[in-house]
């Protein structure tokens, strides 16, 4: 069971209002409007996504790595690095 299934509702909610922030930058450009103005909606998504993927480390951590580490051996080892790498990914974005 994947360690975010708590908070699937609220992860549904908020890539849904990314989608719609998406959506109004996509009106934005049709509607020519100022680059900076767009630009800043780009961040705000851009922020809103960094957020879900912040919460999705953290259930990660908190339920993945953490039974892995209980029950021990190679497992542990597996999801620790995954957890690792996947913070180097989002550090790099």
Not at 19 to 36: F, N, T
């Amino acid at each position: 069971m994947p360690g975010y299934t708590m908070h699937k509702d609220d992860i549904a909610k908020r890539l849904a209002r990314v989608e719609g922030q998406v959506r109004g930058i996509a009106k934005m450009v049709e509607d020519d409007r100022y680059c900076i103005d767009i630009l800043d909606q780009v961040l705000a998504v851009t922020k809103a996504l960094q957020q879900v993927s912040l919460g999705l480390v953290h259930d990660h951590i908190g339920h993945c790595v953490a039974d892995a580490v209980q029950e021990g051996g190679d497992e542990a080892r597996e999801k620790l690095d995954e957890a690792t790498a996947a913070i180097a990914r989002l550090m790099r974005a």
